[in-house]
T-cell receptor
């Protein structure tokens, strides 16, 4: 079974600082990769996704992520965070080998706190 | 376009009772998945339905069940509730035309006392 690791559980940054959140997965086959964000009191929203093609994907609100297949990683980045980025961030994986298995495996999440 | 709608938003139940949660997917989406979110275990996959058939099931006991109706609306049921079932239950829908992401509802917060 696949698993997803998010090594940073709680990150505190000042506004304008750069952000990088790590995500590693364990699965030998082809995967679809996602980053979701959960703002306080709100539902999970998709930040960005990778299915194929350019391994550097850009999402909403200035976020981007790079898929490095050799490292089984899909790290999330943002050059300059804002107070409104305070939220919990989840990395998720969906193996592609069995199209009938549409189950997302989530990492444990990273709580980002941006201080003004 | 309306999003994924889950009802009710909050529930308080007593141990041993059963509960039914409802999810209306985005119009046109035929796949509905359910997830349990807890502080200790994070987000865990419960099951997925497509065209009224359960296609995939996570590692949860048989007390957790679900179904999907012909209009793609889905319900999940938890019988003989335990304190550990207290969680946020999330529903997600997908459009299966090609590579697509899951869209999540706001969840139902279940508290078992």
């Amino acid at each position: 079974a696949q698993s997803v690791s998010q090594h940073n559980h709680h990150v505190i940054l000042s506004e304008a600082a750069s952000l990088e959140l790590g995500c590693n997965y364990s699965y030998g086959g082809t995967v679809n990769l996602f980053w979701y964000v959960q703002y306080p009191g709100q539902h999970l929203q998709l930040l960005l996704k990778y299915f194929s093609g350019d391994p550097l994907v850009k999402g909403i609100k200035g976020f981007e992520a790079e898929f490095i297949k050799s490292k089984f990683s899909f790290n999330l980045r943002k050059p300059s965070v804002q107070w409104s980025d305070t939220a919990e961030y989840f990395c998720a994986v969906n193996p592609e080998e069995d199209m009938g298995r549409r189950a997302l495996t989530f990492g444990s999440g990273t709580r980002l706190q941006v201080q003004p | 376009k309306a999003g994924v709608t889950q009802t009710p938003r909050y529930l308080i139940k007593t141990r041993g009772q059963q509960v039914t949660l409802s999810c209306s997917p985005i119009s046109g989406h035929r796949s509905v998945s359910w997830y349990q979110q807890t502080p200790g275990q994070g987000l865990q996959f419960l099951f997925e339905y497509f065209s009224e058939t359960q296609r995939n099931k996570g590692n949860f006991p048989g007390r957790f069940s679900g179904r999907q109706f012909s209009n793609s609306r889905s319900e999940m049921n938890v019988s003989t509730l335990e304190l550990g079932d207290s969680a946020l239950y999330l529903c997600a829908s997908r459009n299966l035309g090609g590579y697509t992401e899951a869209f999540f509802g706001q969840g139902t917060r279940l508290t078992v006392v």
